[in-house]
């Protein structure tokens, strides 16, 4: 079982709609969770981070997370042109200390004008 | 402010070679990331800095992969006798360095290696 896995897509989503990205983590003890944008040919970047069992919500984009689940999830609103990209879900591990992410393999979203 | 900055950006060089990549991070963060991404593949753990401590090395693939990090900022990997499989993009990222597990991680725009 991998660590952290995401359905690799590719997620088809109509201009306008809700797009929905879907992560799974096996160490339950993980405390720290973050969703990466990345374009074609360029760097990860940071969309969110969430920390806590809940919803947190920055414009557009809501991170949910359900520790008990073992579950993290991305959702963006109004979805855009721009907004097609690779996410990433990471995850950080439980030890203290410890402060290397660990990646899912990335879901591919295109949305569709 | 400015980013984290890495060089070169492209790299091609024979098997056998050996190659320094290098990372510059964010002005104040103590804390300094080497990953690599394959294609088609998520971001490996390589090696982590924080301060003066011994650095996490767990995520080195083999002997010939070392990296250092001198005064604290710039840091060097480096990859003795290149193989093919090392054919990846090498991502550094640096975070303050904040205890807790809430510290986020930037990244740098990544050296694409190709080794031919």
């Known amino acids: 079982q991998k660590e952290v896995e995401q359905n690799s897509g590719p997620l088809s989503v109509p201009e306008g709609a809700i797009a929905s990205l879907n992560c799974t983590y096996s160490d339950r003890g993980s405390q720290s969770f973050f969703w990466y944008r990345q374009y074609s040919g360029k760097s990860p970047e940071l969309i969110m981070s969430?920390?806590?069992?809940g919803d947190k919500e920055d414009g557009r984009f809501t991170a949910q997370l359900n520790k008990a689940s073992q579950y993290v999830s991305l959702l963006i609103r109004d979805s855009q042109p721009s907004d097609s990209a690779t996410y990433l879900c990471?995850?950080?591990?439980?030890?203290?200390?410890?402060?290397?992410?660990?990646f899912g393999t990335g879901t591919r979203l295109t949305i569709i004008p | 402010g400015a980013g984290v900055s890495q060089s070169p950006s492209n790299k091609v060089t024979e098997k056998g070679k050996d190659v320094e990549l290098r990372c510059d991070p964010i002005s104040g963060h103590t804390a300094l990331y080497w990953y690599r991404q394959s294609l088609g593949q998520g971001l490996e753990f390589l090696i982590y800095f924080q301060g003066n401590s011994a650095p996490d090395k767990s995520g080195l693939p083999s002997d010939r992969f070392s990296a250092e990090r001198t005064g604290g900022s710039v840091s060097t990997l480096t990859i003795q006798r290149t193989q093919q499989e090392d054919s990846a993009v090498y991502l550094c990222?640096?975070?303050?360095?904040?205890?807790?597990?809430?510290?986020?991680?930037?990244f740098g725009p990544g050296t694409r290696l190709t080794v031919l």
């Open positions: 969430i920390y806590s069992n």
């Open positions: 990222a640096s975070s303050l360095g904040a205890s807790g597990g809430q510290d986020t991680q930037y």
């Open positions: 990471a995850v950080k591990g439980s030890n203290f200390g410890n402060e290397k992410l660990t």
